[in-house]
């Protein structure tokens, strides 16, 4: 014990001098967003789409980079993001560029007499637009809940308009198929910028927001080709009076103003979409179905301007029921309750508020939100359309989390 006392550096590892190097920021893979895979098939064929996106970081998280790709079958429908951010100093600043292809158009059926026959035809007309644009991006954190958010963007805009008809006989074979090309709107060019102030103070669980709030205000003018400018309020709050259910809750307005917001040759906004109003997709329209009442057909849901709320009481599943450990109990199942409405309009076609044609649209039920192992987000959903021809229960499925 005496030697051990007169011996204070017996036992340490001997003294090495280490080399020190500049710190070299070297780009890994952090993780893979959430993959999504969709396959379809039916008399007319079959239907292929996909997306998968990649996130690198380096070891102190001073950059980031992020490249996305989706398809939807064909070359045309496939497009891409890449994006890069340098957040080693206060003064953040970044990079974009993308290539996003989208497609709206009407769909018709019915029967028709060629070369003496009865057949019957199938019309679908596509219009395609290309948006590619590059982006330069500031940000300024105030906190770590809240920053403001400064982007200049130049976009360039081009179209395809076609139209394939199917041609069938009265048992179901099909005689031909006919792709029509037709002359598109000029190409746009336009510069924008635009000034967002973001807050995220949420608690985020397996599938979606939990407890928390989190908004973004946003004002972007658009001139070029074309001048208008966009408004985006974005709002949203999780409240869990009694634990595990929580009281989700979002208001939402998007839209294009000025003199130009209303062009035709700007894709309209969709309020169907399943992160909307839920039981509106418009791969579920029918041509019997927008037959029967116009004023409820898909019209009603495209627009240049649109307000979203939804509501919803959320819990987990097995959680709830008392069925293993934990939060989420056995597996990170989310059950929820939702109301949601929308309503979507143009400068021409008002609401009904001020004295135009245009309703709300509103669906209720129940949903199903499922992690997969931290790989992918799925929600089915079992939910009831009120707004619509044929607002019968209907499943919807998709790779989403919860708002």
């Given at each position: 014990?005496?030697?051990?006392k007169d011996?204070?550096?017996?036992?340490?590892?001997f003294?090495?001098d280490?080399?020190?190097v500049?710190?070299?920021?070297?780009?890994?893979?952090d993780y893979?967003?959430?993959?999504?895979?969709?396959?379809?098939?039916s008399?007319?064929?079959?239907?292929?789409?996909?997306?998968?996106?990649?996130?690198?970081?380096?070891?102190?998280?001073?950059?980031?980079?992020?490249?996305?790709?989706q398809?939807?079958?064909?070359?045309?429908?496939?497009?891409?993001?890449?994006?890069?951010?340098?957040?080693?100093?206060?003064?953040?600043w970044?990079?974009?560029?993308?290539?996003?292809?989208?497609?709206t158009g009407?769909?018709?059926?019915?029967?028709?007499?060629?070369?003496?026959?009865?057949v019957?035809?199938e019309?679908e007309?596509q219009i395609?637009?290309?948006?590619?644009?590059i982006?330069?991006?500031?940000?300024?954190?105030?906190?770590?809940?809240?920053?403001i958010?400064?982007n200049?963007?130049?976009?360039?805009i081009?179209?395809?308009?076609?139209?394939?008809?199917?041609?069938y006989?009265?048992?179901?074979?099909?005689?031909?198929?006919?792709?029509?090309?037709?002359?598109?709107?000029?190409?746009?060019?336009?510069?924008?910028a635009?000034?967002?102030?973001v807050?995220?103070q949420t608690?985020?669980g397996a599938?979606?927001?939990?407890?928390?709030?989190?908004?973004r205000f946003?004002f972007?003018?658009s001139?070029?080709?074309?001048?208008?400018y966009?408004?985006l309020?974005?709002?949203?709050?999780?409240?869990?009076?009694?634990k595990?259910f929580?009281?989700?809750?979002r208001?939402m307005?998007?839209?294009?103003?000025?003199?130009?917001g209303?062009?035709?040759?700007?894709?309209?906004?969709?309020?169907g979409y399943?992160?909307?109003v839920?039981?509106?997709?418009y791969n579920?329209?029918?041509?019997?179905?927008?037959?029967?009442?116009?004023?409820?057909?898909?019209?009603?849901?495209?627009?240049?301007?649109?307000?979203?709320?939804?509501?919803?009481?959320?819990?987990?599943l097995?959680?709830?029921?008392g069925?293993?450990?934990?939060?989420?109990?056995?597996f990170?199942?989310?059950?929820?309750?939702?109301?949601?409405?929308?309503?979507s309009?143009?400068?021409?076609d008002?609401p009904?508020?001020?004295?135009?044609n245009?309703?709300?649209v509103?669906?209720?039920?129940?949903?199903?939100?499922?992690?997969?192992n931290?790989?992918?987000?799925?929600?089915?959903d079992?939910?009831?359309?009120?707004?619509?021809?044929?607002?019968?229960?209907?499943?919807?499925?998709?790779f989403?989390?919860?708002?």
């Amino acid at each position: 014990m005496r030697a051990l006392k007169d011996n204070p550096t017996f036992g340490l590892p001997f003294e090495l001098d280490y080399k020190v190097v500049p710190y070299k920021p070297k780009l890994m893979l952090d993780y893979v967003g959430q993959p999504y895979l969709a396959v379809g098939a039916s008399r007319f064929g079959t239907y292929l789409s996909g997306g998968v996106s990649l996130f690198w970081s380096d070891m102190l998280n001073d950059y980031d980079l992020a490249t996305a790709i989706q398809a939807n079958g064909e070359l045309r429908d496939v497009g891409g993001t890449v994006s890069f951010l340098n957040r080693k100093k206060r003064w953040n600043w970044g990079v974009a560029a993308q290539h996003i292809p989208y497609m709206t158009g009407s769909f018709n059926s019915g029967y028709a007499i060629i070369d003496s026959s009865i057949v019957y035809v199938e019309d679908e007309y596509q219009i395609y637009q290309f948006s590619n644009s590059i982006s330069g991006i500031w940000e300024y954190p105030f906190s770590r809940a809240q920053r403001i958010e400064v982007n200049g963007t130049f976009d360039y805009i081009s179209f395809k308009e076609l139209e394939n008809i199917d041609v069938y006989d009265l048992s179901g074979v099909e005689l031909f198929r006919r792709t029509e090309h037709y002359p598109a709107p000029k190409p746009l060019a336009m510069a924008s910028a635009s000034v967002a102030l973001v807050y995220d103070q949420t608690f985020f669980g397996a599938t979606s927001p939990l407890l928390g709030k989190r908004y973004r205000f946003e004002f972007s003018p658009s001139v070029g080709s074309l001048n208008y400018y966009t408004l985006l309020g974005d709002y949203r709050e999780y409240f869990m009076p009694v634990k595990p259910f929580t009281i989700a809750f979002r208001m939402m307005h998007y839209g294009r103003y000025g003199k130009n917001g209303d062009d035709p040759r700007l894709s309209p906004l969709y309020l169907g979409y399943q992160s909307f109003v839920r039981g509106y997709d418009y791969n579920s329209f029918s041509a019997e179905e927008m037959a029967k009442d116009s004023t409820k057909g898909l019209a009603q849901l495209y627009g240049t301007r649109m307000a979203v709320a939804n509501i919803e009481l959320r819990f987990p599943l097995f959680g709830a029921l008392g069925i293993g450990k934990g939060f989420y109990g056995i597996f990170p199942i989310e059950s929820a309750i939702f109301f949601d409405t929308g309503l979507s309009w143009t400068k021409k076609d008002k609401p009904w508020f001020w004295k135009g044609n245009r309703k709300l649209v509103r669906s209720a039920g129940l949903a199903l939100r499922v992690n997969i192992n931290g790989y992918f987000l799925a929600e089915m959903d079992y939910v009831k359309p009120f707004d619509r021809p044929d607002n019968k229960w209907r499943f919807q499925f998709g790779f989403i989390a919860g708002f």
